[in-house]
C-alpha cells in the first residue's frame, strides 16, 4: 500500500491527525518538522532564526528522503514542503498525497499556539497573504482534499482513511437475499476493517483465528482494531478441517459468553474457509445472530468461501450443520497471501479456473497471461485476480443465494468428482482446490463426450491447471469407490449423476444427469483404476 502525506497550511492538524491515522493503521509516522528538529537539536523556529530559511529547507529536504523511504507510512508536512517542486515529485512518488484544507480564522487561532517564524508580526495578515499565495499550488497537487473546518481530529481522520480505502482497494458489492455488502480488495487493506466496524457501530468483536495468523496478522489488527475504539477479543483455534467442528463452535460460544458479548456485538474470521466457515457458523446462532465480518487470507477463501453467504461445519458428514449468514463486509488483503504455502496458492487458482470456465472465458485467458506473475504473488495481479472471481462468484450468488433456482449449481462445476476425489482419499491426500483441478479435467471430459462440451476445452482447462502446478489426473482409486461416493452425492437424483458442465468457456448449464457407465469410463481414463 502506498503511503499518506498530509500537507496543508500550519495549523491544519497535520501531526494531530497524522498521529491518529498511524495508530489506526498500524504505520509509523513521520513529521518532517519533527525529524527537522531531531536532526538540528533545536526547534523550527530557532532553525529560522540562528541558520535561515536555506537552511531549514535543506534539512527538510533531508528529512522528507528519509520519510519516503519508510513505506508505508504516515508522512506529516510543514506547510512549506510541498511547494518545493523537488519535494512535491518525491511525496507523490511515495504515498496519495493528502491536502487538510482550513479555511483562515480556525487556521490563524490553531497557528497563533506555538511560535510559526512566518507568522511574526500581524499573523492575522500575513496568515491571509501566505494562504492566498498557496491554496492554487496545495490544489493542484492533492489526490484528496478533506475539509477540516468544524471537524475533530477523529473525524478528519474518518474521512482520510475512507479515502484512502476507496483509492487503495477494489470495492466488489454483493448482493444475497435483501442486503448488499462490500468486498474490499487490496494490498495492506486490513486494517481497514476498522472503518467497516465503526460504520456498524460494533464496539466488540471475537476475533477467530489460528496461533499462526494470529502472530503475523492478528495482534497488529487488534491494536489499530483498539485507536478505532473497538475491542478485539482474540479466539484463537487449531488450524485443519476437524476445527470445523459443534464442539469447536461451542467453545467460541463460551468465549464469548464469558466475555459478556450480547448481540450487539460480532464475529470476525481472519483465516481460511476454515475459520470463514466456523465463524459465520459461529455468529450465525450466537444469541439468534450476530453480525458477521470476514479476513480472508486464503487464496480459495478471498475467491470463494468468503463469498455467498454459506457457513457450515462437519458433524456426521463433511459440512453437514450450517447457515446461511452474509458477512456485513469483507476485507481482502492481498499482502496476507505473502506468507501463504505456495501449495495453497495454487489449490486456491483452482477455483478460480472454475469461475473462468463457466462465466468469464475473459477471465480464464488473463489468468493464463498472468500466470506467473500470480504465482510470483504479484500484488496488483492479485487484486486483480480476486476482485474479478469475486465478482463472478457473486454475480452467481445475486441470482441465486439459496440454491433455489438452480443457477448456484454452476459453481459445482469439477466438484462431484472432486468431492469423490477428496472422500475416497480419506480428505488426507489432496487440498480441496488439488481436488478440484482433478474434476474440472474430469468434468470437461465428461461434457466432451457428451457433446455438451465443446472439444477444445478440456485441453485448455489441463494446460493451464498444469501449469499452475496443479494435478489433472485420477490416483489409482478404483472407479468403483469414486462412483459409490458420487451416489451419496446431495445432487444425484433417480440413479443417474447430476453435473454442472461447460459449454463452451465462460457458459455453463447446471443439472445434466449422466450415467454411471460414462462416468466410470471418463475415470478410467483420467488414471483411476478399472
Ligand atoms: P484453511 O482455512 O484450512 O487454510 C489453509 C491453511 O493455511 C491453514 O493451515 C491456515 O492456517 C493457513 N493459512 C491461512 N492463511 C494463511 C496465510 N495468509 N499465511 C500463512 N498461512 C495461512 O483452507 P482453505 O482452503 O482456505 O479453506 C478450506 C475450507 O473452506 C474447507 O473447510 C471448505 O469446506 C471451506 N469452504 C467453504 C466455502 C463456503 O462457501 N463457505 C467455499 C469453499 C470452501
Ligand atoms: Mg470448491
Not at 229 to 248: D, M
Not at 274 to 293: E, H, I, N, P, S
Not at 488 to 508: N, T
Request: charged share 25%.
Amino acid at each position: 500500500m502506498r503511503s499518506v502525506v498530509l500537507y496543508g497550511f500550519m495549523g491544519a492538524g497535520k501531526t494531530a491527525v497524522g498521529e491518529e491515522l498511524g495508530r489506526r493503521l498500524g504505520w509509523p509516522v513521520l513529521d518532517t518538522d519533527r525529524m527537522v528538529e531531531e536532526r538540528a537539536g533545536k526547534a523550527v523556529a530557532r532553525v529560522f532564526d540562528e541558520d535561515g530559511e536555506a537552511h531549514f529547507r535543506r534539512l527538510e529536504r533531508e528529512a522528507i528522503e528519509d520519510a519516503c523511504r519508510v513505506r508505508p507510512a504516515v508522512v506529516a508536512c510543514g506547510g512549506g514542503a510541498v511547494l518545493d517542486p523537488q519535494n512535491a515529485a518525491l511525496l507523490r512518488s511515495c504515498g496519495h498525497m493528502v491536502w487538510l484544507r482550513a479555511s483562515l480564522e480556525p487556521l490563524v487561532a490553531r497557528a497563533a499556539s506555538a511560535d510559526r517564524p512566518l507568522l511574526r508580526g500581524d499573523a492575522r495578515s500575513r496568515a491571509a497573504a501566505l494562504l492566498e499565495a498557496r491554496t492554487p499550488r496545495y490544489a493542484a497537487l492533492a489526490d484528496v482534499v478533506v475539509d477540516t473546518d468544524g471537524l475533530d481530529v477523529r473525524q478528519v481522520a474518518d474521512r482520510v482513511l475512507q479515502a484512502l480505502l476507496e483509492r487503495e482497494a477494489r470495492a466488489v458489492s454483493v448482493q444475497a437475499g435483501p442486503g448488499v455488502y462490500t468486498v474490499w480488495v487490496g494490498e495492506g487493506v486490513l486494517p481497514l476493517l476498522g472503518l467497516e466496524l465503526a460504520r456498524a457501530e460494533v464496539r466488540a468483536a471475537a476475533l477467530l483465528t489460528h496461533p499462526r495468523l494470529w502472530r503475523l496478522y492478528g495482534e497488529g489488527l487488534v491494536r489499530c482494531l483498539g485507536a478505532w475504539g473497538v475491542e478485539a477479543l482474540p479466539v484463537l483455534v487449531p488450524p485443519g478441517e476437524r476445527t470445523k467442528s459443534l464442539g469447536a463452535a461451542a467453545r467460541v460460544y463460551a468465549r464469548m459468553a464469558q466475555a459478556g458479548m450480547d448481540r450487539t456485538c460480532a464475529v470476525a474470521s481472519l483465516g481460511g474457509g476454515v475459520v470463514g466457515d466456523l465463524g459465520g457458523f459461529v455468529a450465525g446462532t450466537y444469541m439468534r445472530g450476530v453480525r458477521f465480518f470476514q479476513l480472508p487470507t486464503t487464496l480459495l477463501a478471498q475467491v470463494d468461501a468468503s463469498v455467498g453467504g454459506k457457513a457450515a461445519v462437519n458433524a456426521a458428514a463433511r459440512n453437514l450443520v450450517g447457515v446461511f449468514w452474509q458477512p456485513q463486509a469483507v476485507v481482502a488483503d492481498v499482502a496476507t497471501l505473502r506468507t501463504l504455502p505456495a501449495r495453497e496458492l495454487r489449490a486456491g487458482l483452482a477455483e478460480c479456473v472454475k469461475h473462468g470456465a463457466i462465466r468469464d472465458a475473459g477471465l480464464l485467458e488473463w489468468t493464463d497471461r498472468e500466470l506467473s506473475a500470480l504465482l510470483g504473488r504479484r500484488a496488483d495481479r492479485l487484486a486483480e485476480l480476486v476482485a474479478r472471481n469475486v465478482a463472478v462468484k457473486a454475480e452467481v450468488v445475486r441470482q441465486d443465494e439459496r440454491e433455489e433456482a438452480g443457477v448456484r449449481e454452476v459453481l459445482n462445476f469439477g466438484h462431484t468428482v472432486a468431492h469423490a476425489l477428496e472422500a475416497a482419499t480419506g480428505y488426507r491426500v489432496y487440498l480441496h482446490g488439488e481436488a478440484v483441478a482433478v474434476g474440472v479435467v474430469a468434468e470437461a471430459e465428461l461434457g466432451r463426450r457428451l457433446g455438451i462440451t465443446d472439444p477444445s476445452v478440456p485441453d485448455v482447462l489441463r494446460s493451464l491447471l498444469e501449469r499452475a502446478g496443479l494435478p489433472t489426473r485420477l490416483p489409482a482409486v478404483p472407479a468403483q469407490t469414486l462412483l459409490e461416493f458420487m451416489r451419496l452425492d446431495k445432487k444425484r437424483r433417480a440413479g443417474r449423476l447430476r453435473f454442472a458442465l461447460v459449454e463452451s468457456l465462460g457458459r455453463a448449464r447446471a443439472g445434466v444427469e449422466v450415467s454411471e457407465e460414462l462416468v466410470g469410463s471418463v475415470l478410467k481414463d483420467l488414471g483411476a483404476d478399472g
